[in-house]
T-cell receptor
């Protein structure tokens, strides 16, 4: 079963508008972490934002915010004031305990295109 | 500016040849992860280490892939013999279990097996 689900293979957004990228997860652990990474066309994986399962406040990093709804097991990424440079692939990931350390599971990604 | 480094960045080889990919994790990090990214499968976890000990390599084809950490500054991923279906981008990432937060990814090795 998929542990991280990103249902939007591709998204378009107009420059300067906000966009929400969806992510749902499945875990039975109480302690876990949720991440978003950006992968531009150059290929590198860039960390954007982190949310811990015990964090009560939604995480924010500049124009990025994570809409964490624990009961619904969703961790959507909100990008405000989109810029052309935001065009990239975005991956949601979950860290969960495994064998005394942590294992990271990635979703299939959402390709975002920002339109001028 | 601490970064994960990977060599080579690109590798083209012929089927049947041995391929070795190297990764230097960020100094002080105690976990290392190897991922493979393809269009069809997305990002797959191949293996990971904590304090140089392999914890899980269930994502790797055992007959041809091997991962090691000869020392704390070097992780290797070997494919022998390579096959065309191994063509992919291989990422190494490192992290630190105390902070439990993000992994830092290397730039990747783009492997093409002809």
């Amino acid at each position: 079963a998929q542990k991280i689900t990103q249902t939007q293979p591709g998204m378009f957004v107009q420059e300067k508008e906000a966009v929400t990228l969806d992510c749902t997860y499945d875990t039975s652990d109480q302690s876990y972490g949720l991440f978003w990474y950006k992968q531009p066309s150059s290929g590198e994986m860039i960390f954007l934002i982190y949310q811990g399962s015990y964090d009560e406040q939604n995480a924010t990093e500049g124009r990025y915010s994570l809409n964490f709804q624990k009961a619904r097991k969703s961790a959507n990424l909100v990008i405000s004031a989109s810029q052309l440079g935001d065009s990239a692939m975005y991956f949601c990931a979950m860290r969960e305990p495994d064998s005394g350390t942590y294992k990271y599971i990635f979703g299939t990604g959402t390709r975002l295109k920002v339109l001028a | 500016d601490a970064r994960v480094t990977q060599t080579p960045r690109h590798k083209v080889t012929e089927m049947g040849q041995e391929v070795t990919m190297r990764c230097q994790p960020i100094l002080g990090h105690n976990t290392v992860f190897w991922y493979r990214q393809t269009m069809m499968q997305g990002l797959e976890l191949l293996a990971y280490f904590r304090n140089r000990a392999p914890l899980d390599d269930s994502g790797m084809p055992k007959d041809r892939f091997s991962a090691e950490m000869p020392d704390a500054t070097l992780a290797t991923l070997k494919i022998q013999p390579s096959e065309p279906r191994d063509s992919a981008v291989y990422f190494c990432a490192s992290g630190y279990t105390v902070t439990y937060n993000e992994q830092f990814f290397g730039p990747g090795t783009r492997l093409t097996v002809l």
